[in-house]
């Protein structure tokens, strides 16, 4: 796939070898070849770093989507990292510089997360600009297909019912409006009932092929990227050199747990309940149902115990504070028996003992799905009825309430955020948006030592107005 | 009785327990232990269980394959014993039908000490055999049949004939249509073909789906299958509830509901009946209307001198001509619509009750169902552990019989799948 030389660093238009841009899709679905030298590949790879970074924190700024302002910042971005969009050099940088992120991104989950989001909102950028039927020629192979004239006559009163729930015209009730894709992958376009299904396939209307374009996409990388992880070792022996750039080449940490995974300040078990008012709400969540059932299931222990972690308890205070809790329940000595092993493995004293960091709310939201009853994963995934009930039982004026719930239906983090405002009034550090539960503990903390600090000063302040008047 | 629950099994404790199985209650008496090894000794189709579990084998084809299939499945049982102790076994797996019949007649066989399991739990096919589990690091679950657990307590904020766990014919109506439901979305949705239908032994219905595809879908997938068919207020129907609604869930509702579950008669259901309506709704720019109060009003009006069906059909045509359609929808799906276990269809982890298990608190036997027999099933002359002894010819052969020719069935269905999807074959 790729040969490397060393002479020269910068990638100009007559230099390069073998590159043949025709081949470009901007779902990356063809592997480029061409000669270029390792210094390229560095750069390249950092400026798509940097660009993807910035993506996200513009779309992060700006959640509830596509002004035509943000486009025109998207489109400055691109420029600035990848070169001008006519510019043939910049189709190579942009397909070297991304199959080599693959490379680079696959060892650990939270890495393949990020970049997997990352590059769907590339693409969703790219795509807001473009005419997508362009584009859909491109996806027969990823098991998309058209409907066949019968299909299209027999499930006539069934396409009538996508076209009118999406609010398209009558026109639209045409075959090339719809498109074919095995259900499995487009969970979410089936989760909310946006297609019809029909014999295990998804039969999709147009006003969903962004949606459509951005979800296989998405399991494509997933799958790609999967691949590359298989494969590293022999890449790694294959070419050491490149190996050892792409070490290098790392994802931008803002949200990161191994910050969060070993604490420095300590707490005590006594100060949890105080602390709780002030948690985020999946964690205020598991910690009220703990308190008054006495139990937490095993992926809620998980959850919520290493976010206690990472908020500096350590392995004998927790244990005391779970044993207390579950002392409603079981006896001391059983839950030296049945429970205290999972902390200890938590804590990376059992077991291949891997000590866990605490989960971002990327990954709650992905290991956890949020079911029904349960009280651990992400709250702001719960329906609507059962979060509003949730955040009044906490105290939350009516209104608020509603501006949460409302943010929940679109943004999680949103939600998240607003919550964390109206728990720390007059905030004024917290500009982004949450990420990670524990990343809303430290920010609360920041908030309540400020505010000692203030109250300290105005005591000190009104002490010395006292020594006044009695110096008078 | 003081029971303590004991697990081989350090990973799983007690709550998660409660989680992954279904119910659990139910104590063993001596005379029941020694019918019950006589059962699993001489009648339990130890032999078809393994066909149905193993047919679509998705390790290549062939009687091979098969095998391999079987040996990966996870199997779990609980085990009370004389002192009241229970343990609960799983990860277990096995490579011979006989093996699987010695571990549920249990090892001990003098009178006093007998564990004989209680019943068989199916679970999914694990990447290595279970009882190997401890000696790989690799152990993910792979496959398993789509189930559907449907029970009827779930049902009782809407039922008068029976209450708690009981189950009468009348309120059988609620998991008959649900199961027909259920044929007609996996046939008309995804294709699906390969379903059987099993009374669970007391409270409910099991619906199994073994077709290939179904085995292979992830977590995600079956969460969606089931949220796919979750009804929100809208007044345009998803093509698949149009469809259930016209052909299953109205008729059913009109037929059976209205008088059976006597809706307008007994007090506390005319009150959940009129809480589902709507106190008033906007239509147009300017006109709000009180559909509550005019329906209360109506129904006094024609009180007594109308049937139940005509007091319905007055409620629904009143929103029809209010172009209120979702409110007639509402109601309909609230005492219809089937109201799935969600979590043993989502989790691949989760393990059912096999088909042929006699239910640990009522004896009686987990028969499976044809499905256009469904509406004269009777789920109180089931026959219980002692008639299948006493009388095989009768209380037995006829389901073994009938399961067997699902499984003959099931076969040939395989076998066009495979001519289809794989054009060398034939």
């Known amino acids: ?472 | 009785m003081d029971t303590q629950t004991k697990t081989n099994d350090n990973d799983i404790n007690d709550e998660d327990m409660d989680d992954i199985f279904g119910d659990t209650e139910g104590s063993y008496e001596l005379d029941n232990k020694v019918s019950l090894r006589v059962y699993y000794d001489q009648y339990f189709p130890f032999d078809l269980i393994y066909e149905w579990l193993s047919i679509n084998s998705l390790f290549g084809h062939g009687e091979a394959s098969q095998i391999r299939f079987f040996e990966r499945r996870e199997f779990s049982s609980r085990i009370t014993k004389m002192d009241g102790t229970t343990f609960v076994t799983r990860n277990r797996s096995f490579s011979k039908l006989d093996d699987i019949k010695d571990y549920l007649k249990g090892r001990n066989p003098n009178n006093n000490s007998i564990d004989v399991a209680e019943r068989l739990d199916i679970g999914p096919i694990y990447s290595c055999e279970p009882i190997k589990k401890s000696m790989v690091t690799d152990y993910t679950p792979l496959y398993k049949e789509i189930v559907f657990d449907i029970d009827i307590n779930d049902y009782n904020d809407i039922r008068v004939c029976c209450s708690d766990t009981s189950l009468c014919m009348k309120c059988w109506g609620f998991l008959a249509v649900a199961a027909k439901f259920v044929e007609m979305y996996m046939k008309e949705c995804f294709g699906f073909e390969q379903l059987l239908y099993v009374f669970s032994g007391r409270r409910g219905l099991h619906v199994w789906v073994s077709d290939q595809r179904a085995l292979s879908l992830s977590s995600e997938a079956r969460a969606n299958i089931i949220k796919y068919v979750k009804y929100e207020r809208t007044s345009v129907l998803l093509p698949i509830l149009q469809r259930g609604f016209d052909e299953l869930f109205l008729p059913y509702f009109e037929q059976h509901v209205l008088e059976e579950q006597d809706i307008f008669g007994n007090a506390a259901q005319y009150k959940n009946f009129l809480s589902k309506l709507p106190l008033e709704v906007r239509v147009g720019k300017k006109t709000i209307i009180h559909p509550l109060d005019q329906i209360k009003e109506k129904m006094l009006e024609i009180k007594d001198q109308a049937t139940s069906l005509e007091k319905w059909r007055a409620i629904s045509d009143y929103f029809k001509q209010n172009n209120l359609m979702e409110y007639v929808y509402d109601i309909v799906f609230h005492y219809t619509l089937p109201r799935f276990d969600d979590k043993v269809t989502n989790h691949i982890i989760h393990l059912l009750k096999s088909p042929f298990c006699i239910h640990p608190s009522t004896g009686k036997l987990c028969v499976p169902i044809d499905l256009k027999d469904i509406d004269q099933f009777n789920p109180t002359k089931v026959p219980l552990l002692n008639s299948i002894l006493s009388t095989p010819k009768v209380s037995f052969n006829p389901y073994r019989a009938s399961f067997k020719n699902y499984i003959e069935q099931m076969k040939l269905k395989s076998q066009q799948q495979i001519s289809i999807n794989d054009p060398t074959s034939f």
């Open chain 1, 1 to 472: 796939m790729l040969r490397t030389t060393n002479k020269k660093t910068k990638i100009e238009e007559e230099e390069i070898k073998g590159y043949n841009s025709s081949l470009y899709s901007i779902v990356y679905a063809n592997v480029p070849t061409f000669e270029c030298n390792l210094t390229q590949i560095e750069h390249t790879c950092l400026d798509r770093i940097t660009l993807l970074d910035q993506i996200v924190k513009l779309k992060d700024s700006n959640p509830k989507g596509n002004s035509t302002s943000l486009d025109v910042q998207f489109f400055g971005l691109v420029t600035q990292y990848l070169g001008k969009h006519e510019h043939p050099s910049t189709k190579l940088k942009d397909e070297l510089s991304h199959f080599m992120c693959r490379i680079a991104m696959c060892d650990s989950e939270e890495d393949k997360d990020w970049f997997i989001n990352a590059e769907a909102l590339l693409l969703n950028f790219r795509l807001s600009t473009n005419d997508l039927t362009t584009h859909l020629e491109q996806f027969t192979e990823f098991g998309w297909s058209k409907l066949t004239t019968q299909e299209f006559e027999t499930y006539q009163k069934d396409l009538e019912y996508l076209v009118l729930t999406s609010n398209g015209k009558p026109i639209d009730l045409d075959i090339n409006s719809f498109y074919k894709i095995p259900f499995e992958d487009v969970p979410k376009l089936v989760e909310h009932g946006k297609v019809v299904l029909k014999k295990g396939w998804a039969i999709v209307f147009k006003a969903y092929f962004r949606e459509l374009i951005i979800c296989t996409y998405r399991n494509y990388l997933e799958f790609a990227i999967e691949k590359v992880k298989q494969d590293k070792a022999r890449f790694k022996t294959q070419y050491p050199e490149i190996a050892e750039i792409l070490r290098g080449i790392t994802r931008p940490t803002i949200v990161n747990s191994k910050l969060y995974g070993a604490n420095s300040s300590h707490i005590k078990k006594e100060q949890i309940p105080e602390l709780s008012k002030t948690f985020p709400l999946c964690m205020r969540v598991m910690h009220d149902h703990l308190i008054s059932y006495g139990k937490l299931m095993h992926d809620g222990r998980l959850q919520y115990g290493t976010f206690l972690k990472g908020i500096g308890l350590s392995l004998d205070e927790a244990l005391g504070f779970w044993k207390n809790a579950f002392s409603k329940r079981v006896t001391s000595s059983e839950f030296d028996k049945e429970y205290a092993y999972q902390f200890r493995h938590t804590y990376g004293q059992e077991g291949k003992g891997i000590s866990y960091d605490p989960y971002s709310c990327e990954k709650i939201q992905r290991t956890f799905p949020s079911g029904k009853e349960q009280v651990h994963g992400c709250p702001y995934l719960w329906d609507s009825e059962r979060l509003e009930k949730k955040l009044l039982e906490l105290g939350i004026d009516p209104s608020k309430t509603y501006d949460i719930v409302e943010a929940s239906k679109t943004q999680s983090r949103m939600a998240c955020t607003k919550h964390f405002h109206f728990l720390h009034p007059n905030n004024n550090n917290l500009t982004g948006v949450i990420n990670h539960p524990n990343f809303f503990f430290e920010q609360s903390k920041i908030y309540f030592k400020q505010i000692d600090e203030k109250n300290k000063k105005s005591k000190e302040n009104s002490k010395n107005n006292n020594g006044d008047v009695v110096l008078d």
